[in-house]
């Protein structure tokens, strides 16, 4: 990873993207202490409490949609990165290019579970920054050599072959089409061959098969890459095909989970298209508001975030911006079992915990502004 010491190149950038890469990071910054916070203060089988958990196996939340937003942001990224190497000079250096990329990227995601701190049998081989690196790899290969119809067929493939995987090949011990977790293909697959450490202990919820689908996710970035890239359509036009590409998603993969589960954990192939749909309706919005309408004051930290996101989300690991908003307002401790909460928490342990997680955000937001302020960029 390059440090840069000046601003990002000064072709014109689509803030609406910078936005909601910024957006969708606010939540992994404190999404899940503000999910804890709320059912302290609502309950945790309130609705809004509910949205921002992870479902714990099928089903889809507000919570789940984080991270494929992540992912198909990266395929819009890679039509305008790689789009621009590709025409400048050849799919070749393009390819090289996204090589790096993702090794680099790789490699933090490592880092980032402690590498071989715990011993070489711990190495975490695949997580959250790792598929994001394989699938931004997988797509933009694609990208990179293949036309659009062929990039149409070549996500169908996926999306349909991964479905009949999990549909008809039968696992020892418990058949074929036995969708529970422990039960499925892709559990099993992850069980008998991914080494290291797995975040389920027998399986990862990111693990070898699931990966696959994941690109398809990466892909339909790309679609909507294709379309906000392309000089002669009008900026208005470019909203209403995301809202309409949106539109379709869902309700392909809504109908789909009828027989086909929506379930994060497998990334199935309904989970891909409902998750693709909201990730695209998210960006229609924001490209309208922001870039089209051009109302670009209120998404200032942001931008800052979302023009460093692999730099914030690395520091969520390092530092723990919770911890710090506690030392602010009073935090809890537990002994026997029993929480007890002091500073603002003693007055009330919900109101208490949401504030300690906004000023944790808080943190992540001024980290953000600090580097934008001193013109840092730390690019892949």
């Excluded at 999404?31 to 609705?47: F, M, N, R, V, Y």
């Excluded at 379930?263 to 909201?278: D, E, P, Q």
Aim: with cysteine; proline share 4%.
């Amino acid at each position: 990873m390059a440090e840069e010491t000046s601003l990002p190149a000064r072709r014109e950038r689509m803030v609406s993207l910078d936005a909601l890469r910024g957006f969708d990071m606010m939540w992994i910054m404190g999404g899940d202490s503000i999910g804890g916070a709320t059912a302290a203060a609502l309950g945790e089988h309130h609705w809004f409490a509910q949205q921002l958990e992870h479902v714990s196996w099928e089903g889809c939340r507000f919570y789940d949609l984080i991270f494929p937003t992540f992912v198909f942001m990266a395929g819009i990224s890679a039509v305008f990165s790689l789009g621009r190497i590709r025409e400048e000079r050849g799919k070749d250096a393009a390819f090289v290019r996204l090589l790096q990329r993702a090794f680099l990227l790789y490699v933090l995601g490592l880092f980032y579970y402690g590498l071989w701190s715990k011993g070489f049998d711990q190495i975490r081989w695949m997580g959250v920054l790792q598929r994001i690196a394989l699938s931004y790899l997988g797509a933009g290969f694609f990208f990179i050599f293949c036309k659009p119809r062929t990039l149409i067929a070549v996500t169908a493939t996926i999306l349909i072959g991964y479905w009949a995987a999990l549909t008809f090949i039968p696992v020892p011990g418990f058949g074929a089409g036995d969708l529970q977790e422990g039960h499925n293909l892709t559990n099993w697959f992850d069980a008998n061959y991914l080494p290291g450490y797995k975040w389920d202990k027998t399986h990862d919820p990111e693990g070898i098969l699931s990966t696959f689908p994941a690109i398809a996710t990466g892909l339909l970035g790309v679609f909507a890459g294709l379309v906000l890239r392309d000089t002669n359509r009008r900026p208005t036009g470019k909203a209403l095909w995301l809202l309409g590409y949106s539109a379709a998603l869902l309700a392909t993969g809504y109908t789909a989970s009828y027989f086909h589960p929506l379930i994060k954990k497998l990334w199935t192939s309904s989970y891909v298209l409902v998750a693709g749909g909201w990730s695209a309706f998210a960006l229609a919005l924001f490209y309208y508001v922001i870039d089209v309408q051009n109302w670009k004051r209120w998404c200032t930290p942001f931008v800052w975030v979302g023009l460093n996101p692999i730099t914030i989300y690395l520091a969520c690991n390092l530092i723990k911006f919770d911890p710090l908003g506690a030392r602010l307002v009073g935090g809890s401790t537990t002994q026997d079992g029993v929480t007890v909460w002091h500073g603002l928490g003693a007055w009330n342990p919900g109101v208490g915990a949401l504030v300690v997680a906004l000023l944790g955000i808080g943190w992540g937001f001024w980290l953000a502004w600090l580097l934008h302020r001193r013109r840092i960029y730390l690019r892949l």
